[in-house]
């Protein structure tokens, strides 16, 4: 039987209010920020209450940097790089999971080991990599002579048609980023937990590895799918290294560069207020996918835990 204490009741809500203010506030503040005038930012003492300017100052952010086409980018990437992580991580772990082949634990622990690799310790020859995509394959021509054959019988240089540049395209910003070891593992742990039994029964009743992945594994995957899909979609949106330095084309860029673009520098009017407005729409999609699916994010989290 719970019993209840009244004064350890009115404590945990203190904390819990005391937490929360201290979350909120400097959204609190930004808020603020975001809807004073640039003479009135710089106002000592700061004021507490909020402007009148923010439907303004929020026009302004989007207009300045042409966060239309910013958005479209961030949204076409941030959904390559969520649907592309998932699909290659259930594959991965289905395979190392199921099936029994020669270093199937070796090839489990490089893509393990390759969690102490982001993209920020990599990101040279990541870059080197996405510039020339066509590099490896026209060492493979070159070595084994088969470009050599090809110009031979055709006229054609092989090497002037193998050139792939994925600089400033869609592919280049999502592909690099699309391969991730921890939902791997997640997976890998979740198809642990799936009895032996469901499997044998799958095979009696005649069903292959894809049938029984697509109709056993991929319905009991639902919820960690959906919370995984929440930490990858944080994930993409806020992506700011690789977009800053793959996008020479302002028309590629996200939103994390246009917001970055609106911050002061210090030749510059300090426009915060206009900077804190932008930061309120660039955050809003982000919020809205919480929101939205906090309950499938608990759940795959609880699922994830048993």
């Excluded at 319905?219 to 979609?233: D, E, K």
């Excluded at 210090?266 to 660039?282: E, S």
């Amino acid at each position: 039987m719970v019993q209840r204490n009244p004064g350890l009741t009115i404590f945990c809500h203190i904390v819990l209010f005391l937490g929360a203010a201290a979350v909120c506030m400097p959204l609190y503040f930004a808020f603020v920020a975001g809807s004073l005038t640039t003479a009135e930012v710089q106002q000592t003492p700061f004021p507490w209450l909020p402007g009148a300017h923010f439907i303004d100052n929020i026009a302004t952010a989007w207009n300045e940097e042409d966060f239309s086409r910013l958005y479209i980018n961030s949204i076409i990437v941030t959904a390559g790089i969520v649907v592309g992580k998932i699909i290659i991580s259930l594959i991965a772990a289905f395979a190392v999971t199921y099936f029994r082949f020669a270093f199937r634990m070796t090839a489990f622990w490089l893509i393990f080991i390759s969690l102490m690799l982001p993209v920020e310790v990599r990101i040279i020859p990541t870059y080197e990599a996405v510039a020339d995509a066509a590099g490896p394959v026209r060492w493979f021509a070159s070595a084994t002579g088969l470009s050599g054959l090809v110009e031979s019988l055709t006229g054609y240089r092989l090497e002037a048609a193998l050139q792939w540049n994925l600089v400033n395209t869609y592919g280049g910003l999502i592909l690099p980023l699309i391969a991730s070891a921890s939902a791997t593992f997640l997976f890998r742990q979740f198809f642990l937990t799936i009895p032996d039994e469901l499997c044998e029964a799958a095979r009696i009743d005649g069903a292959g590895p894809l049938k029984f992945f697509w109709d056993v594994l991929l319905p009991l995957s639902r919820a960690n799918i959906a919370a995984l899909s929440i930490i990858l979609f944080l994930y993409g949106w806020n992506q700011y290294l690789w977009p800053l330095l793959f996008t020479t084309d302002k028309s590629m860029a996200t939103v994390m560069l246009g917001l970055k673009n609106l911050i002061p520098v210090a030749d510059a009017a300090p426009a915060w207020n206009i900077a804190m407005a932008g930061a309120f729409f660039v955050m809003l999609p982000p919020a809205a996918i919480i929101l939205l699916m906090q309950r499938w994010f608990a759940k795959g989290l609880v699922d994830a835990g048993k």
